[in-house]
C-alpha cells in the first residue's frame, strides 16, 4: 500500500503494469547476457572470486532489494578488490580495474524501466502532499542538545510548514506534534508533567554508542519505561536520519563547484592533514592519536591540527574548505572504532566539501560505502599497517591520473549522490508530522512488502520504539564496544 486514500486501481493500468513486468524480466535476462558476454574473456573473469558473477542465478540474487550503492558496496566486498587502481602496477594488494561502475549502470538499466512509473507516482504525489501541508506543525525541544539552543529551520516547500522551538509553553499548543529530548539531560525530573499521546516522544543522539555506553554509562534503562515513540540519530536506520552531513549536503557543493580537474589537481601544493582535539575522551580517540602520530613519523608532510597536534586552531566555515582544499588527502579518523554509521564532519565537510581525498578510519568499509561518493575514499583498514598505508598514498602522490581517480565523482550529477531525496533532521520530522512518510524508504530496514506505515496519510502515523537499548546497542558492533 503506498496510499491511504488510494484504494481503486483499473483493469487498464493492470494490464500495462503487467506488460511492463513482462518487459523488465526480458530486458534483464538480455543485459546479464550482455554483460556476460562483455567480460568473459578478461583475464579478470577467470578468478575464483569472480566466477561467481558468471552464473545468473547469483548475480540475480545480488541484485534484489539493492540500490545502486549498496549493490556496489556488496559486489566490492564479495569481490574484495580496490577498483579504484585503474590500470595500476602497484605492489599491495590492489587488483586493476574489475568492472564495478558497469555493473552498476547494468542494473540500473534493468531497474529504471520498473521503477520509473512508481517513481514518477511518489513524486507528484509527494509535490502534491507538499504543496497542501500548510497547517503549521511545532517541533517542540524540550532538552536542547547540550543545553545549546541552537536555532533550527524547515525548508517549507520541502518539508512541509513547522516551526521548531524551545518554547516550553507551546506543550499546550493544539499544532505540537513532536517533542525532542537530547539524551545528556533525560531524567524524570526533566519530563513534560503529563505526557499528550498526540505528541511523538523522539530520542535524540549524535554521540557514538561506545561513547553513549562505556563513557557516559548510559544504561538506557529509564528511557526504556517511557517509551519513546522515535528516535533521531545519526544512524541511517534511525526513525529520523540526522546525518552528519548538515545543512551543506554533498549535492550543494557539486552544484557550486565551478573547478575543472586541471584547476583542482593544481590546487593540490600539500600532501595530507589531520584536524583532531579529542585526543584521549574515548578509547578510540587515544587508538586514533597512536594511529595519525605514526603516520606523521612516516610522513613529516602529513600537518597536523586542533589541540592534540602542535598545529594548534585551523579555519572554519568556508576559510577551511578553502585551505583543506590545497591538501591532497584528509585524515578523517573518528573517535570511535566500528560504530555502526558513526561518521562525522570530519569526512562530510572537512573532507568531501573541500573536494579533497578523505582516509577514511572509523566505521565499518560499507557504512562508507551507503553514504559516500562513488569511489571517493581511501580506507585505512585496507592496508595491513600504517607503512603500506603511506606508501601507497606516496604513489599516488606521485601519480596524477590515479590520485583523480578519487576525485573522478566531482564530475557526477547531484542527483548521484547517496542519500539524494531523503530528508533528514527536523525536515524530516516535519514531513511525518503532515503525513509525508516517504523517507522510510532509504532506512535500510525498509520492507516494501511489510511497511511499517504508508508513505503518505491523512495524520501523523503511530510510531513506537519497542526495546531502544537493544536497537542501539545490541544492533551494533561487538567492537564498537571492546576495541
Known amino acids: 500500500m503506498i496510499y491511504e486514500d488510494n484504494n481503486k486501481v483499473t483493469s487498464t493500468k493492470c494490464k500495462v503494469i503487467t506488460c511492463l513486468a513482462v518487459f523488465v524480466t526480458l530486458l534483464e535476462i538480455s543485459m546479464v547476457k550482455r554483460w556476460e558476454s562483455m567480460y568473459s574473456s578478461t583475464s579478470f573473469s577467470t578468478s575464483d572470486d569472480h566466477k561467481k558473477w558468471m552464473n545468473y542465478d547469483s548475480y540475480k540474487e545480488r541484485l534484489i532489494g539493492k540500490n545502486a550503492t549498496e549493490f556496489e558496496a556488496d559486489t566490492k566486498s564479495s569481490l574484495n578488490v580496490d577498483y579504484r587502481s585503474k590500470n595500476l602496477s602497484f605492489p599491495l594488494n590492489h587488483i586493476s580495474q574489475p568492472p564495478l561502475a558497469i555493473f552498476s549502470k547494468i542494473y540500473n538499466e534493468i531497474t529504471k524501466a520498473s521503477t520509473e512509473t512508481a517513481s ?95 563513557v557516559r554509562g548510559h544504561s538506557l534503562q529509564f528511557e526504556e519505561s517511557l517509551p519513546f515513540n522515535a528516535t533521531f540519530t545519526y544512524r541511517r536506520d534511525s526513525d529520523f536520519y540526522g546525518s552528519y552531513e548538515g545543512k551543506r549536503l554533498i549535492s550543494d557543493t557539486l552544484q557550486e563547484n565551478k573547478l575543472t580537474f586541471d584547476q583542482l589537481l593544481a590546487l593540490k601544493t600539500k600532501f595530507g592533514i589531520a584536524i583532531v582535539s579529542n585526543c584521549g575522551y574515548t578509547p578510540g580517540a587515544r587508538r586514533r592519536l597512536n594511529l595519525l602520530n605514526d603516520i606523521m613519523k612516516l610522513n613529516s608532510r602529513v600537518d597536523g591540527y586542533g589541540a592534540c597536534f602542535k598545529g594548534g586552531k585551523f579555519y572554519k566555515g568556508s576559510k577551511l574548505w578553502e585551505e583543506v582544499r590545497k591538501y591532497k588527502f584528509y585524515f578523517s579518523y573518528e573517535n570511535s572504532y566500528h560504530c555502526k554509521d558513526y561518521i562525522t564532519e570530519k569526512f562530510f565537510n572537512n573532507a568531501i566539501n573541500s573536494l579533497t581525498v578523505p582516509v577514511v578510519w572509523g566505521a565499518k568499509k560499507e557504512d562508507y560505502a551507503a553514504v559516500a561518493p562513488l569511489g ?40 548521484e549522490m547517496p542519500q539524494y531525496n531523503r530528508a533528514r533532521g527536523f525536515c524530516q520530522i516535519c514531513r511525518a508530522l503532515h503525513g509525508i512518510n516517504i523517507d522510510d524508504m532509504y532506512n535500510p530496514k525498509y520492507d516494501p512488502s511489510n511497511p511499517k506505515r504508508p508513505m503518505f496519510t491523512n495524520s501523523v502515523s503511530p510510531r513506537t520504539v519497542d526495546h531502544l537499548s537493544q536497537w542501539f546497542y545490541e544492533e551494533d558492533n561487538s567492537e564498537c564496544f571492546n576495541k
Open 376 to 415: 571517493s575514499f581511501i580506507f585505512a583498514e585496507d592496508f595491513n599497517s600504517s607503512e603500506e598505508l603511506i606508501a601507497y598514498l606516496n604513489y599516488l602522490d606521485q601519480n596524477d591520473t590515479a590520485y583523480m581517480e578519487y576525485l573522478r565523482w566531482v564530475n557526477m550529477a547531484p542527483s
Open 120 to 214: 514518477y507516482d511518489l513524486r507528484s504525489e509527494l509535490s502534491r502532499r507538499l504543496k497542501t501541508a500548510k497547517n503549521k506543525k511545532v517541533i517542540l525541544i524540550w532538552i536542547p542538545m547540550f543545553g545549546v539552543k541552537t536555532p533550527y529551520s524547515v525548508d517549507e516547500e520541502k518539508c512541509g510548514k513547522c516551526e521548531v522551538t524551545y518554547d516550553r509553553a507551546k506543550i499546550v499548543d493544539e499544532n505540537t506534534g513532536a517533542l525532542l529530548f537530547h539524551f545528556d539531560a533525560i531524567s524524570s525530573k526533566n519530563m513534560p508533567p503529563t505526557r499528550n499521546t498526540k505528541h511523538l516522544y523522539i530520542y535524540w543522539d549524535f554521540e557514538s554508542t561506545a561513547t553513549l555506553r562505556n
